[in-house]
Every structure is written in structure tokens, then in C-alpha cells.
T-cell receptor, first 114, second 112 residues
Framework: DAGVIQSPRHEVTEMGQEVTLRCKPI?????LFWYRQTMMRGLELLIY????????DSGMPEDRFSAKMPNASFSTLKIQPSEPRDSAVYFC????????????FGPGTRLTVL | AQSVTQLDSHVSVSEGTPVLLRCNYS??????LFWYVQHPNKGLQLLLK??????LVKGINGFEAEFKKSETSFHLTKPSAHMSDAAEYFC??????????FGKGTTLSVSS
């Protein structure tokens, strides 16, 4: 299995631009999670899906952030407009068997907003 | 409520010496506990997982952790550190089946 795939691995953009991060979960997994990692806040859960349906988006910082999962093999996290304080590493993770079971993480996308 | 506390933000050891990374948890239920490792510029990788079977859990790369209910601890150990062990380590708890709660991490440095 290829594991969780994220793209791009690095993204540099200017403030105000739209940013789209992509994730392909492990085939057969029914839960997908988006996390953000910063030095100040550590690892934060932003949103998670079960069977492509968003279950809990209480961690999404503001309306500028949105996430979709159009099918079982693809999810996006969009920031529009982006701000410098959005600079972070964004991780996608997936699991089979429950939102509190072992999660398998992708390599992350390092986002820098100038 | 559930929580997890990693008692050291940074641990430094010499290669070949033992590693001890400390973790305390709080949970109203019988928890599942995990240790994840994150190498620089990489995603998080599961080291080991405790789910109420044996209290001593063996993981990958020679790491193990012992669940001690009386002390509400789940410390991670390794008998002999290797340079490749230098990374960030996260203790994680699932106490009520709702979500994983991540600790703030411990940075392990290994010197030659």
C-alpha cells in the first residue's frame, strides 16, 4: 500500500491567494482527518470525515478554511484568502475502524504564506 | 475529560545509552494509548499501541512502553539509543472513544 498521499509537499504563496491542499487516504479507510501543526499550538485537529461526510469541523479556525471529500479516495483542504498566520504543516491521516483508532499519517504539506 | 502530559519537552542522550520519555494521562475510562514518532520533515508514524492487553507493549525499532494504571503513566523506553532515534515523539490517548488527544511532544536528541 502506498500509504496516505498528500500534495503538494511544499507550497509558498502570497497573502490573499487561494491555497488548495490535497489528500488521498489509504484505500479502504473510512475515516479521514486534517491536522495542522505549528510550533506554537502543536498538532491540532481541523476536521474529520466518515464515509466522505464531514462529522466534526469545530477545529477549523475560520470561514476562510473549507474541506471537501467528494469521494472515498480524495479530499481537499482549501484556504481562501490565505494569511501569513496560516503558515504551518498540514497533515492528512486516515483510519479504518473508528475515529479513535490508529491513524496513518501522510508526509504533510508545508505551507508558507508570505 | 481526558488529557495527556508529556513531562519533558526535550531529552538529550548519548548514543548507546538508555532512552526514557515520560507520559502521564488522565482518563475516566480504560484508555487506549499510543506513541507516535515524527522524524524531521516527515509525517507521524505509529511506534506502538496499548489496548488493555499486556501492560508491556513492544513497538518498532526496539522501543517499548509500560502501561501503569496506578501511576496513570505510559512511559516510552529503549535500552540503547541510536543516532537515527533523534526525532519528535508524541504520546496520544483515547480515553472515551471520541478522538485521539495528542501530547505536545518530546524532542529526543542523540549525540555521538
Amino acid at each position: 500500500d502506498a500509504g496516505v498521499i498528500q500534495s503538494p509537499r511544499h507550497e509558498v504563496t502570497e497573502m490573499g491567494q487561494e491555497v488548495t491542499l490535497r489528500c488521498k487516504p489509504i484505500s479502504g479507510h473510512d475515516y479521514l482527518f486534517w491536522y495542522r501543526q505549528t510550533m506554537m499550538r502543536g498538532l491540532e485537529l481541523l476536521i474529520y470525515f466518515n464515509n466522505n461526510v464531514p462529522i466534526d469541523d469545530s477545529g477549523m479556525p475560520e470561514d476562510r478554511f473549507s474541506a471537501k471529500m467528494p469521494n472515498a479516495s480524495f479530499s481537499t483542504l482549501k484556504i481562501q484568502p490565505s494569511e501569513p498566520r496560516d503558515s504551518a504543516v498540514y497533515f492528512c491521516a486516515s483510519t479504518l475502524g473508528g475515529r479513535a483508532d490508529t491513524q496513518y499519517f501522510g508526509p504533510g504539506t508545508r505551507l508558507t504564506v508570505l | 475529560a481526558q488529557s495527556v502530559t508529556q513531562l519533558d519537552s526535550h531529552v538529550s542522550v548519548s548514543e548507546g545509552t538508555p532512552v526514557l520519555l515520560r507520559c502521564n494521562y488522565s482518563s475516566s475510562y480504560s484508555p487506549s494509548l499510543f506513541w507516535y514518532v515524527q522524524h524531521p520533515n516527515k509525517g507521524l508514524q505509529l511506534l506502538l499501541k496499548y489496548t488493555s492487553a499486556a501492560t508491556l507493549v513492544k513497538g518498532i525499532n526496539g522501543f517499548e512502553a509500560e502501561f501503569k494504571k496506578s501511576e496513570t503513566s505510559f512511559h516510552l523506553t529503549k535500552p540503547s539509543a541510536h543516532m537515527s532515534d533523534a526525532a519528535e515523539y508524541f504520546c496520544v490517548v483515547n480515553g472515551d472513544g471520541t478522538a485521539l488527544i495528542f501530547g505536545k511532544g518530546t524532542t529526543l536528541s542523540v549525540s555521538s
